[in-house]
């Protein structure tokens, strides 16, 4: 495929994808009748020139819109209800994201919140909480801005409570997007630091989706595809990047977030709490933890390993050669080695090995990990 064109995918949100893809945001929301948009986004996006820009455009269709941006980078259950508040009090008809994971997972908790006002972490999926999702949501439109997460094609949201920091999940088919436009050149002029930390954050998500225990074949296809390239493009779009590495992160990325409909595992579940607890950036915490929670999974899955070595084209086939790969491109795309170098300290290692412990994602790990092997992987990579 070129890059240069937009392509259209449906799987099964509709996604436009490629250059320009974000200038049909105006026409799309004019041919469905929706001339109001909440749009959703994050303090540094809302000051960038190609937001402004869709902005403008938006205007000029005689498209009113009401930005919302009070959000923090991990996000929490009070930007939520500013935001209901703001699509309330501007009398909004649609709801549009735009920005990396936490800016779209703030929309689409303000989508699930406008027609379901109970406490918001009622609806929370670990506690069963979807079976009261019953009411229509307003229209959701998403327009990625990283190649990390892929909450664009999500159906889910994970929001963190105020005070406890514990993280949440808001889950629906009803909070999928109702169309994607997906354009890497809004991800161009990323800081080399955010595109590295956010490409290895769509690493873990296929790595962790093809490892997970749940069956799902279709799954697993799509993340080796996704490790794949990611593996061919993420160094060159840290360093040089081009279109092309910038379009395969961004297409790698949304293959995670299909993917990992299967699972995750161990490395999130050490990640989510240094976000909770020490407000670490996400992609960040998964690349620093990834060579070791993927270290921890090699017994007993010694096949996998092969196979995703294979996938990334090592000499050497086996789990041992996947870890030391995974050292060797944090190093090259600039992400530390060690929990000391992004501000964990000793003393916290006992209150992260609780919330990991406690948190959703390793469940689905194909090996067991108890508390004290947490405690015992946070000092490992300290």
């Known amino acids: 495929m070129t890059f240069d064109k937009v392509y259209q995918y449906n799987f099964p949100t509709t996604i436009r994808f490629g250059h320009g893809a974000a200038n049909e945001l105006g026409d799309y929301l004019l041919k469905n009748g929706w001339k109001k948009p909440l749009v959703v ?203 092309e590495s910038r379009s395969k992160m961004l297409i790698a990325s949304l293959m995670g977030a299909v993917a990992f409909q299967k699972g995750l595992g161990v490395v999130h579940s050490l990640a989510h709490p240094m976000s909770a607890l020490l407000d670490t950036h996400h992609g960040l915490a998964n690349a620093v933890n990834i060579p070791y929670g993927m270290e921890f999974n090699i017994a007993g899955c010694e096949e996998k390993f092969r196979r995703i070595a294979r996938t990334i084209e090592l000499p050497e086939e086996s789990g041992e050669a996947v870890v030391k790969y995974l050292f060797d491109l944090n190093q090259r795309v600039q992400i530390p080695h060690r929990l000391r170098d992004v501000g964990v300290r000793e003393e916290h290692l006992a209150t992260l090995a609780d919330l990991a412990f406690a948190d959703f994602a390793h469940p689905n790990n194909p090996k067991p990990v108890s508390r004290d092997d947490f405690f015992n992987l946070y000092r490992k990579a300290l």
Do not use: W
């Open 41 to 243: 986004t994050d303090p540094t996006v809302s000051q960038l020139e190609f937001f402004r820009k869709i902005c403008r455009d938006l205007a000029e269709k005689s498209i009113s819109v009401e930005v919302f941006q009070d959000i923090h980078k991990n996000p929490v259950k009070s930007d939520v209800y500013k935001g209901s508040d703001a699509y309330d009090g501007a009398q909004r008809d649609c709801i549009v994201g735009i920005g990396g994971g936490a800016a779209l997972d703030v929309a689409r908790a303000i989508v699930l919140r406008i027609h379901h006002r109970e406490d918001l972490f009622k609806y929370d999926d670990l506690i069963g909480g979807d079976v009261y999702v019953t009411n229509d949501v307003p229209p959701f439109i998403t327009i990625p801005t990283t190649a990390g997460t892929g909450s664009e094609v999500g159906r889910s949201a994970i929001i963190a409570d105020d005070e406890t920091h514990q993280k949440r999940i808001l889950f629906s088919p009803k909070l999928l997007a109702r169309i994607v436009f997906a354009d890497p050149m809004l991800t161009m002029e990323l800081p080399a630091r955010i595109t590295a930390a956010t490409g290895m954050d769509a690493l873990t998500h296929n790595m962790e989706a093809f490892l997970a225990k749940m069956p799902h074949p279709l799954a697993e296809g799509i993340a080796l595809e996704g490790i794949h390239l990611i593996h061919e493009s993420l160094e060159r779009a840290v360093n040089r990047p081009d279109l």
